[in-house]
């Protein structure tokens, strides 16, 4: 395995494999990564949190051994502090959890960072930039939620002003802003723009592509970060 990358801010693309073939995790993952991803953005669902159920740690293990980079496990569960500890020991980099799943995310985080692995922080569409006040030294990710969480698919939600908040609270510190929900060409210029840096997508990244032939993948992906790019810097 690659050591991971040190902290940037530069522009990455996390493909979400909510939006892959089900049946194909280890190909869709390599075609993924040969495309250009960055990271490789894992949706675990548990239809008590979310009115989904996608899949668990055990997926997540055997997604590891295809996955060279960083593997960017999102947890929308509750409970979820029962559960960090198998999702780190399956292989995960980055473990994501709710702020809104626990009335005790200090503590979830805290654990998170205890097994090694890095902290993220997931706000829902409701949840205001406020919360992380206090948790912004135990955090390597906040996951700003432009969907309510739950499905691929879903119509984005304008969330640039919390983003705007959060970049500003985070000043110097090694903490990603990743936009997580209808990300496309048309809204990754809005969200890079009010300072994001980690853009999940799953179907804008999947769309015209299989494992097979997936230089749709590729196009998709270039044509995401281009459009997030040339939006870095801008005039908000
Ligand atoms: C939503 C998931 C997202 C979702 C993104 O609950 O957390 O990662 O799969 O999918 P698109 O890009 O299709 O909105
Ligand atoms: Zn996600």
Redesign the pocket.
Known sequence: MTPPPAFSRAIKIAP?I??ADFAAFGAECRALEAQGADWV?V?V?DGHF?PNITFGPATVRAIRPQVRGVLDV?L?IAPVDPYIDAFAEAGADIITAHLEATPHIHRTLQAIRATGKKAGLALNPGTGAEGVAHLLDMVDLICV?T?N??????KFIDMTAKIRALRAMIGDRPVHIEI????TTETAPLVARAGADVL?????VFKGGTADAPEAYGRNIRDIRTAAEAAVGQAV
């Open positions: 979400s909510l939006a953005h949706d669902m979310v999102h929308m939620m969907v969480p739950g499905f691929g698919g879903q997580d929900g209808g990300v999940v997508a799953g179907s804008a």
